[in-house]
């Protein structure tokens, strides 16, 4: 998401983003359901964790870490 941005600069600042329209729409869907957002927002921490971690974990380690 947001691989293509356009930027537009006044006076060597960033002034605004253009954003393809289908990306706008879906961030939008994305901002005003909260299940959405919230789905999302798991999905930004697990690939974050992943990045930061090369550890594989049992599904029996997950359960329990999903449990607590």
Same mark, same amino acid.
Do not use: P, T, W
């Given at each position: 998401?947001?691989?293509?941005?356009?930027?537009?600069?006044?006076?060597?600042?960033?002034?605004?983003?253009? @954003?393809?329209?289908?990306?706008?729409?879906?961030? $939008?869907? =994305?901002? *005003?359901? !909260?299940?959405?957002?919230?789905?999302?927002?798991?999905?930004?921490? @697990?690939?974050?964790?992943?990045?930061?971690?090369? $550890?594989? =974990?049992? *599904?029996? !380690?997950?359960?329990?870490?999903?449990?607590?």
């Amino acid at each position: 998401m947001l691989e293509n941005v356009q930027i537009i600069s006044d006076q060597g600042k960033a002034k605004f983003a253009v @954003i393809d329209f289908e990306e706008f729409e879906y961030i $939008k869907s =994305l901002l *005003f359901d !909260e299940e959405k957002l919230e789905d999302y927002l798991d999905y930004l921490h @697990i690939q974050k964790v992943k990045q930061q971690s090369g $550890k594989r =974990l049992s *599904f029996e !380690e997950v359960r329990q870490a999903c449990a607590s």
